[in-house]
């Protein structure tokens, strides 16, 4: 038992114990139709967690991805709705203007945590809170805290609820970018460079390695997946919201430490996080059936991210010990 822990960490025996608890709870967890509902839901979370994981493995977080998630579906919603409106006639023009400016405004966050973390050596808590503040301000200010509607019915049929061989479209969507990543941090010198600044950022500036550089970007990449996931989800919805994504932060926070990555940078690997994130979102699937209340429900995720802390550190005296 200790060997295998050692070995594969705390999620797999988080996994096989939510799966008995919940199978127990509802005869509906382990049907497919629900395993697929929950793979579709968890897409969502996937994609912030990874970006999380580039914060994390330099050293770091992003306390302002459910901010980005929020600014990302009112801007687009905000453009998408108003050149709808303006020409009717121009679907594909409105969606890709929309897609556009939500983009380009969540990953402008991310920028600004990045410059504020890699030149001006803000601590990443508090740029990034800081931002999370600003942009949630941002965005109740331009919407009152009224949903934004008026898109073209396109947009939530192909992102939201299209289908291709069986899937839905965000599962191909998150695919796409799994596999991104996975070639980014195991096959290019910036993904190596992520590890070693996290590692020891003082021996990778002596080793050449523009750490100020590899900061920037791992931010900037940070906010991206976020508006793309914030993108997703608004698709989902079929409206602009300002409160979304209110507890990305910790649940993306939770399925990178669960899935193994190191609060201290330097450590983590792709297909974990993704498993992490897929755990979580089995977790909330479990919690719903069971009709467990959604106030309970942040209780549970916040437990389980201090049990994968502790379980991290056990492991870690654990491998120190068999080096010894």
Same mark, same amino acid.
Do not use: H
């Given at each position: 038992?200790? !060997?295998?822990?050692?070995?594969?960490?705390?999620? %797999?025996?988080?996994?096989?114990?939510?799966?008995?608890?919940?199978?127990?709870?509802?005869?509906?967890?382990?049907?497919? #139709?629900?395993?697929?509902? $929950? *793979?579709?839901?968890?897409?969502?979370?996937?994609?912030?967690?990874?970006?999380?994981?580039?914060?994390?493995?330099?050293?770091?977080?992003?306390?302002?991805?459910?901010?980005?998630?929020?600014?990302?579906?009112?801007?687009?919603?905000?453009?998408?709705?108003?050149?709808? $409106?303006?020409?009717?006639?121009?679907?594909?023009?409105?969606?890709?203007?929309?897609?556009?400016?939500?983009?380009?405004?969540?990953?402008?966050?991310?920028?600004?945590?990045?410059?504020?973390?890699?030149?001006?050596?803000?601590?990443?808590?508090?740029?990034?809170?800081?931002?999370?503040?600003?942009?949630?301000?941002?965005?109740?200010?331009?919407?009152?805290?009224?949903?934004?509607?008026?898109? %073209?019915?396109?947009?939530?049929?192909?992102?939201?609820?299209? @289908?291709?061989?069986?899937?839905?479209? %965000?599962?191909?969507?998150?695919?796409?970018? /799994?596999?991104?990543?996975?070639?980014?941090?195991?096959?290019? #010198?910036?993904?190596?460079?992520?590890?070693?600044?996290?590692?020891?950022?003082?021996?990778?500036?002596?080793?050449?390695?523009? +750490?100020?550089?590899?900061?920037?970007?791992?931010?900037?990449?940070?906010?991206? !997946?976020?508006?793309?996931?914030?993108?997703?989800?608004?698709?989902?919805?079929?409206?602009?919201?300002?409160?979304?994504?209110?507890?990305?932060?910790?649940?993306?926070?939770?399925?990178?430490?669960?899935?193994?990555?190191?609060? #201290?940078?330097?450590?983590? #690997?792709?297909?974990?996080?993704?498993?992490?994130?897929?755990?979580?979102?089995?977790?909330?699937?479990?919690?719903? *059936?069971?009709?467990?209340?959604?106030?309970? @429900? +942040?209780?549970?995720?916040?437990?389980?991210? /201090?049990?994968?802390?502790?379980?991290? @550190? *056990?492991? @870690?005296?654990?491998?120190?010990? /068999?080096?010894?």
């Amino acid at each position: 038992m200790q !060997l295998a822990f050692v070995r594969l960490g705390v999620l %797999p025996f988080l996994l096989l114990g939510a799966v008995i608890v919940f199978s127990l709870m509802s005869d509906n967890f382990l049907t497919g #139709r629900n395993i697929m509902n $929950v *793979l579709r839901q968890a897409t969502y979370l996937t994609i912030v967690a990874m970006g999380q994981m580039l914060a994390l493995l330099t050293g770091g977080f992003d306390l302002s991805v459910g901010t980005i998630l929020a600014i990302t579906s009112v801007v687009s919603a905000t453009v998408m709705s108003a050149v709808f $409106v303006a020409s009717p006639d121009s679907v594909v023009l409105a969606v890709f203007l929309g897609i556009l400016a939500g983009f380009a405004t969540g990953t402008a966050i991310g920028v600004v945590n990045g410059i504020g973390v890699s030149v001006f050596n803000v601590s990443p808590f508090m740029m990034t809170l800081g931002m999370a503040s600003v942009g949630f301000g941002i965005a109740l200010y331009m919407t009152g805290g009224v949903p934004v509607y008026g898109m %073209p019915d396109a947009f939530g049929t192909m992102f939201g609820f299209g @289908q291709f061989l069986g899937l839905p479209v %965000p599962i191909y969507v998150t695919a796409a970018l /799994i596999v991104a990543m996975g070639g980014l941090l195991y096959w290019t #010198r910036l993904g190596r460079y992520f590890y070693a600044v996290g590692g020891n950022i003082k021996a990778s500036a002596l080793s050449g390695i523009n +750490t100020r550089q590899t900061l920037f970007l791992a931010y900037t990449m940070c906010g991206g !997946l976020a508006a793309i996931s914030g993108l997703l989800l608004t698709a989902r919805l079929e409206t602009g919201e300002a409160n979304i994504g209110a507890s990305m932060p910790l649940e993306s926070i939770a399925a990178c430490v669960i899935g193994g990555v190191s609060l #201290r940078g330097g450590i983590g #690997r792709v297909e974990n996080v993704v498993l992490g994130a897929v755990f979580i979102g089995l977790i909330q699937n479990g919690m719903n *059936l069971a009709r467990i209340e959604s106030y309970l @429900q +942040t209780v549970v995720i916040g437990v389980l991210l /201090i049990v994968a802390v502790v379980a991290d @550190q *056990l492991r @870690q005296r654990y491998i120190a010990r /068999i080096q010894d």
